[in-house]
């Protein structure tokens, strides 16, 4: 099945620093959602993307949809402290059909030293 | 966005009972919820598809007889862990999906289940 690589795992920053994490597919995804997850909460859309080459931010986060359509990457400017969580890139499955399921990335755990 | 919200947000119970866990779409109407598992640093994996008035569509692995599902309304799905054992403690999390494309997904606040 569709398998999302994100990295890196994991990121440790001084509050301030830039973010960029990236999310790669084997096979072509329609759409690339990003999602903050927060320690024992369920996890928060932050970005959707929908078109080749789209570009779009949300405050200080920035997503790309790549050209090939196999990849994206989320930027974080200015990171501040309850920037802390897990990152999550997702898609619909091949299978997904009508039902939109979605395949996760294994997530990308930030941590901010203030 | 909309607010989608779990019941209980945390459950412990002795191994060998039941436990039903409510997931509520409380602004909006779903046609399809999700549940998902999530063990400790694991990413989400998706246990089930629920949609409204049918049978719940299981991925590979999951025991359907296990973890029943039912969906009885537009904003009402449920999740039972029948006979649970000490390998169902995890984190458990639904979404739901209001019409408007796969961007229209969102995720309740997850149940902390633990089998003793």
């Known amino acids: 099945g569709q398998q999302l690589n994100q990295s890196p795992q994991s990121m440790f920053i001084q509050e301030g620093e830039d973010v960029s994490m990236n999310c790669t597919s084997s096979s072509i995804f329609n759409t690339w959602l990003w999602y903050k997850q927060d320690p024992g909460e369920g996890p928060v859309l932050l970005i959707a993307l929908y078109k080749a080459g789209e570009l779009t931010s949300n405050g200080r986060l920035t997503a790309q949809f790549g050209i090939t359509r196999k990849d994206s990457f989320l930027n974080i400017s200015a990171s501040i402290p309850s920037d802390v969580g897990i990152y999550f890139c997702a898609g619909p499955a091949a299978s997904g059909g009508s039902n939109y399921k979605l395949t996760f990335g294994k997530g990308t755990l930030l941590t901010v030293n203030p | 966005g909309a607010v989608v919200s779990q019941h209980p947000s945390r459950v412990i119970c002795k191994s060998g009972t039941s436990v039903k866990i409510e997931c509520r779409s409380l602004?909006?109407?779903?046609?399809?919820m999700f549940w998902y598992r999530q063990f400790p640093k694991q990413s989400l994996m998706l246990m089930a598809t629920s949609n409204e008035g049918s049978k719940a569509t299981y991925e590979q692995g999951v025991e359907k007889d296990k973890f029943l599902i039912n969906h009885a309304s537009l904003t009402l799905s449920t999740l039972t862990v029948t006979s649970a054992h000490p390998e169902d403690s995890s984190f458990y999390i639904c979404?739901?999906?209001?019409?408007?494309?796969?961007?229209?997904?969102?995720f309740g606040p997850g149940t902390r289940l633990l089998v003793l």
């Open positions: 602004d909006f109407q779903a046609t399809t």
């Open positions: 979404s739901a999906r209001s019409s408007g494309g796969v961007g229209t997904q969102y």
